[in-house]
Structure formats: structure tokens, C-alpha cells
């Protein structure tokens, strides 16, 4: 995930300080449990099942995981994709839930081609919200293929998203221009919700996003959905452990 880079490059400070692991997505095979250990809905999690969650330190063979923060992973869900699904799904998740989305709303996404926004997206339109994703030109055929409507980075965009239609709502998933462009659309605070342009939050007074919704249980559902098709989250490059730098280069 983005945030494991910023750690890795001391963009934001490591707790507790290096030399430590890093990394929270993972997806694996459970192999010991603690006494009772249950999933979010109360079953046994058993010894050989196929999990996936969040885990401190999860860019390593092995990890300790926390039983609350796990979901089953479904046969048709693959191990590459659920493995990355943790943190930026259940972001996307908390940002419907910090500022909902209808078949009333047209919803602006700064930053629609990342793993955020992307997740994102997708629930916003299953919600029925119509979406307009800022994205560079090389994944405008991917917002299309998902029902986005992309538009480009950069000055005018205010300008460009009123051709498109009157936005109501604005996720900022990559930094201010969408936020800014929100304020220039005369889109309210209220309905403006901000994961990466910090500094934005107590200047323009946009909500920063909650996490009460960043559950095992609504990781479950991220996880069924995708398994049935009904939602799509590309996997860009994979990489074995031991090329972890590599992997890390091409993230920045």
C-alpha cells in the first residue's frame, strides 16, 4: 500500500523506528491458532484455511494476525488479489460510509485510477451515484470499462467536471485538486471527504474519513463481491518476496 512507502521513505514516521517489518495487506493459509479463535461471525477459524486481513509487519513469510481483523478468502477470489485488498478496500468503504452516495448524487473521485479509488467507484455506482474520476489519459479506457467518467489531473478542472454535470460530492483519494475543484463546483464541506490532502481538512473543513467501517465483516463482503465479479481490483505487477525493493520502486 502507498502508506507502506511513505513509512519506508520516512514521509511519515515509523512506530516503532527502524530497523523494524513493515506492511499491513496480506492474504495466506492459517497455520495455528490461539485458544477460541473466531472470525467477525463467530465460526472457528481452523488450521489450513485460506485468510486474508491486515497484519503488523505483513511484507514477511509469516505473520500474527489479530483473529477480529480476518475473512475467509473465497476460492474464486485469487490469493495476488486479496492480498492487496485490506487497507484500500475497506478505505473506500469507510468513505461511503463517512459521506454516503445515491442515485441523487454525482460523485467526484480524486485520484479514480488508484486501489481507493477505484474500490470506490464501483460502490459509489452499485449505490447508484453517477461518477466522474480524475485519472492520467493511460487509465481513462479503465474508468470507462467501469462505468467512471474520466477526466484529466491538473488546472481546469473545476471547469472540465462542470461540462460533465453539477457534482455533489467529492472523495479526495490522491491529494487537493479535487477537494479545490469541490469548493470552485460549489460543492458543500459537508460532502466533501479527504483521505490524502490532510492539511485541507481544517482549512476548507472536510471531513476526514471514519473508520468505523474498516470491519473483517465488510472486508468479507469486499472479498465476496469481487469473487462473483461484481466488483473488479487489478493487479498491476506481482513480485516473490525476496524482489520486495523492487516491488517498492515501482509503487513510488
Not at 489450513?48 to 477480529?68: P, Q, S, Y
Not at 478505505?91 to 448524487?105: E, I, K, N, Q, R
Amino acid at each position: 500500500n502507498p502508506f507502506d512507502g511513505k513509512v519506508r521513505g520516512g514521509f511519515i514516521p515509523s512506530s516503532p523506528p527502524f530497523p523494524r517489518r513493515i506492511g499491513g495487506d496480506f492474504a495466506g493459509t492459517v497455520e495455528a491458532v490461539g485458544a477460541d479463535a473466531r472470525y467477525w461471525d463467530g465460526a472457528p477459524i481452523r488450521v489450513g484455511e485460506e485468510v486474508l486481513g491486515r497484519a503488523d509487519g505483513a511484507i514477511a513469510e509469516r505473520v500474527i494476525a489479530n483473529a477480529a481483523d480476518l475473512a475467509r478468502r473465497p476460492a474464486h477470489l485469487p490469493v495476488e488479489v486479496a492480498g492487496g485488498l485490506n487497507v484500500a478496500g475497506l478505505t473506500a468503504m469507510s468513505l461511503l460510509a463517512t459521506v454516503p452516495v445515491g442515485a441523487s448524487d454525482i460523485l467526484l473521485i480524486g485520484g479514480a485510477a488508484g486501489g481507493v479509488g477505484l474500490m470506490a467507484a464501483q460502490l459509489a455506482i452499485a449505490a447508484g451515484a453517477r461518477v466522474i474520476g480524475t485519472a492520467s489519459g493511460r487509465n481513462h479506457e479503465l474508468l470507462r470499462s467501469l462505468g467512471v467518467e474520466p477526466v484529466g489531473y491538473g488546472e481546469g478542472l473545476a471547469t472540465r467536471v462542470a461540462r460533465l454535470g453539477k457534482a455533489t460530492t467529492v472523495y479526495d483519494c490522491h491529494g487537493r485538486d479535487a477537494l479545490d475543484a469541490g469548493v470552485a463546483l460549489g460543492v458543500p464541506a459537508a460532502r466533501m471527504v479527504a483521505i490524502a490532502a490532510y492539511a485541507a481538512l481544517e482549512e476548507l473543513g472536510v471531513h476526514n474519513v471514519e473508520r468505523a467501517a474498516r470491519t473483517a465483516g465488510n472486508l468479507a463482503d469486499l472479498a465476496d463481491r469481487i469473487a462473483r465479479g461484481k466488483l473488479v481490483l487489478p493487479v498491476a505487477a506481482t513480485y516473490p518476496l525476496r524482489e520486495v525493493i523492487a516491488a517498492f520502486k515501482a509503487l513510488e
